[in-house]
Every structure is written in C-alpha cells, then in structure tokens.
T-cell receptor
Framework: AQKITQTQPGMFVQEKEAVTLDCTYD???????LFWYKQPSSGEMIFLIY??????QNATEGRYSLNFQKARKSANLVISASQLGDSAMYFC???????????FGAGTRLFVKA | NAGVTQTPKFRILKIGQSMTLQCAQD?????MYWYRQDPGMGLKLIYY???????DKGEVPNGYNVSRSTTEDFPLRLELAAPSQTSVYFC?????????????FGQGTRLTVV
C-alpha cells in the first residue's frame, strides 16, 4: 500500500526567504510520480510541480523545486524567495505509474510573515 | 475554458436527507475522481471513474454512490446524509497519456449535515 507522510502541520517563514516542506512516502512500486499542490484559503487545489521516480534531475517550476531523494523516499518542496501569497496549505501526493488513484498527505500549512 | 465545474458550492442538509453533487468537465478527460477533505486534513478518495460506464471505489466509499453515463459528467450521490459526511467535496479530472498529467480540480462543494 502507498502512504504519504507530511510531518510539519505548520511552518512559518519570513518573506523573501526560502522554505522547505517535507514529504516522505512509502510504496512498493518501482515507477511512480510525485506531485505537490497548493490550496490557498479560497479552497481551490492548484498543481505546482511533478517528479517522476525515474527522473534523474530534480524538478523545478519557477520558484518551486522538488528535492527528490529516492533512496530516502523523500520528495521535499522548496519554495525560494517566499511571498505573502505563498501562505497556504501544501499537499504532497503520489500515484503509481499507469495507475488511476492519487493519494494525498495530510498537508502542511505555510505562513509567510512580512 | 470552464475546466471542472462543481455545483452547488455550498449546501446544508438535514440528517437523513439525500442529495447529488454535480461535476462536469469539458476537457474530454477519461479519468474523474471524487475526494472529500475534512477540516485540517488531506484529501481522501471516495470514488473514481476511468471512463463512461466504469466506476470503482476509493478509500472511503461508504454512504456514497456514483454514476458515469457520459465522459463529461460524474455525479456523486449521498443517501441518508449523516453528520460524518460534513466535509468539503472536490471533483477532479485527468487526461490519459503522459504520467506527469496533473489532475484538474473543481472549486469544491462545502457540505454541512445538521
């Protein structure tokens, strides 16, 4: 069975600083994808970044990067130069390659301080 | 581009009442999903569908039913509403093909059962 663990219920970061949100996962599948979503207070789910288990390089999308350590089964999200608008819930998710179901972690709430 | 449209956005039900949450997507996506999000928690999969006429249970299907008669629509039926079904419900869709396709989410339906 697959499992996603996000151990930080809440995080604070000063505006313009970088922050790392932790995500560890457990799976017996050899090929899988890892996703990060942002959920602002308005409630919608916004896709941020994707990492395939066989991708050799860490994924980057603008100010978002994914620190993927396959042997440790971790897929941490790094947000550089935090902005006030980054304050939100962040969810890590995983799906087996070729599978239909995506499972989500419990989320981390990020607070960006001015 | 409408994307994924959920109706209604808010609803209050009395215990024992029934209702249908509507979900429609205009992206010709094969895969559609229903999730629930309890306060401060991640998303849990209720049901999913891989195409018209094909549905399957997710992690928390009890108390719900779905149907998929067309590619576009994936309604979620609540029979005999219970307070434990108070939650925010998200519908999502995803296209087939490459594995890095993210799911597109609707805006959510906030349901309260009293």
């Amino acid at each position: 069975a697959q499992k996603i663990t996000q151990t930080q219920p809440g995080m604070f970061v000063q505006e313009k600083e970088a922050v790392t949100l932790d995500c560890t996962y457990d799976t017996s599948d050899q090929s899988y994808g890892l996703f990060w979503y942002k959920q602002p207070s308005s409630g919608e789910m916004i896709f941020l970044i994707y990492q395939g288990s066989y991708d050799e390089q860490n994924a980057t999308e603008g100010r978002y990067s994914l620190n993927f350590q396959k042997a440790r089964k971790s897929a941490n999200l790094v947000i550089s130069a935090s902005q006030l608008g980054d304050s939100a819930m962040y969810f890590c998710a995983m799906r087996r390659t070729g599978g239909f179901k995506t499972i989500f972690g419990a989320g981390t709430r990020l607070f960006v301080k001015a | 581009n409408a994307g994924v449209t959920q109706t209604p956005k808010f609803r209050i039900l009395k215990i024992g009442q029934s209702m249908t949450l509507q979900c429609a997507q205009d992206m010709n996506h094969n895969y559609m999903y229903w999730y629930r999000q309890d306060p401060g928690m991640g998303l849990k999969l209720i049901y999913y569908s891989v195409g018209a006429g094909i549905t399957d249970k997710g992690e928390v299907p009890n108390g719900y039913n779905v149907s998929r008669s067309t590619t576009e629509d994936f309604p979620l039926r609540l029979e005999l509403a219970a307070p434990s079904q108070t939650s925010v419900y998200f519908c999502a869709s995803r296209g087939p093909g490459t594995e890095n396709t993210e799911a597109f989410f609707g805006q959510g339906t906030r349901l309260t059962v009293v």
